[in-house]
Nanobody, 123 residues
């Protein structure tokens, strides 16, 4: 059974940085694509960044130019470095095991969500 444990969130001032981590177990981590989602209060969950099993990366509008996704296969961990944080980045951040389908794009491969980690950016 896949387990995802996110950490590294907290309270930071606008312009600051945070590094999120996600420890993954229950799967062969190195062969899976991974991603970070976020969900702000009253909003839908959105995909922020993707890193493939071959280390290719994709960033979506909120993250482009400010966030960096990385993985360490030896530690079964995926990271999200977030710089130049803005109040609108305030959300619960979740990591996820992804699969890509041409009909649906990137989706949650196992239908399981961890507890997430809260990021709060003050103005």
């Amino acid at each position: 059974q896949v387990q995802l444990v996110e950490s590294g969130g907290g309270l930071v001032q606008a312009g600051g940085s945070l590094r999120l981590s996600c420890a993954v177990s229950g799967i062969i981590f190195s062969v899976n694509d991974m991603g970070w989602f976020r969900q702000a209060p009253g909003k839908q969950r959105e995909l922020v960044a993707v890193i493939s099993s071959s280390d290719s990366t994709v960033y979506f509008d909120p993250a482009a130019g400010r966030f960096t996704i990385a993985r360490d296969n030896a530690k079964n961990t995926v990271y999200l470095q977030m710089n130049s944080l803005k109040p609108e980045d305030t959300a619960v951040y979740y990591c996820q095991v992804l699969e890509y389908r041409s009909s649906t794009g990137w989706t949650n491969k196992y239908g399981y969500w961890g507890q997430g980690t809260q990021v709060t950016v003050s103005s």
